[in-house]
């Protein structure tokens, strides 16, 4: 993968604090089966990133749908952009297909293809715009079991506690912090 030499990876798994106002969410990321899309989730929580981000987009009806954050500008449309650089990091969709050894890059999967990662009720998955490489910083968690999504947005976690504390977060709710508890040396970064 030349091509995204330039990105942060995570090899293996870690572990993420998600201090909200009513508690905290505790989410398992998955590098062995999304490295580049949990390494770029890894370094914008070691950076600090999302501290005081808002969720900007929260679906319950007609169904329970997602709650996505992550935009810096809180409207979703904003992304990370390196502060030494200037420059905005996107990161390309990348999804394991199940029982493959390598995830697909650049494309959503055939519709007779099933993901590794699936979106079961509390998926961690990146949005993006219609473009299958533009995902940044902004992030969704699933609140039911939304399983048209597979193969077309990259699952890269799930939360392991804390989704009843989810499941109440409404629009413009903040994001007090979030931590790397578990698997920060598993980051790797890229070389300069």
């Known amino acids: 993968m030349p091509t995204y030499a330039n990105l942060p990876r995570l090899k293996g798994t870690a572990t993420v604090e998600m201090t909200l ?10 590098g062995e089966s999304a490295p580049i899309t949990a390494g770029n989730f890894i370094d914008l929580v070691r950076r600090g990133f ?32 390196d502060p030494q650089t200037s420059v905005k990091r996107t990161i390309p969709l990348e999804i394991l297909p199940a029982g493959a050894d390598t995830p697909v890059y650049g494309k959503t999967l055939a519709p007779t293809q099933t993901p590794k990662l ?3 009720r509390g998926a961690v998955a ?6 299958p490489d533009s995902a940044s910083s902004q ?4 609140l039911d079991n939304i399983y048209f999504l597979d193969g077309s947005y990259a699952v890269f976690g799930y939360v392991q506690s804390g989704m009843e504390l989810v499941d109440k977060i409404k629009q413009g709710d903040r994001i007090v912090s979030m931590k790397v508890i578990k ?3 598993s980051l790797e970064q890229p070389k300069a």
């Open 21 to 30: 106002s009513s508690g905290t969410v505790v989410m398992n990321i998955d």
């Open 50 to 81: 999302y501290d005081g981000l808002t969720f900007h987009r929260v679906v319950k009806q007609p169904n329970p749908f997602v709650v996505q954050g992550g935009d810096p500008l809180g409207n979703g449309t904003g992304g990370f952009s």
């Open 118 to 120: 699936r979106h079961d």
């Open 126 to 131: 990146m949005a993006r715009s219609q473009m």
């Open 139 to 142: 992030f969704y968690i699933a």
């Open 183 to 185: 698997g920060l040396d």
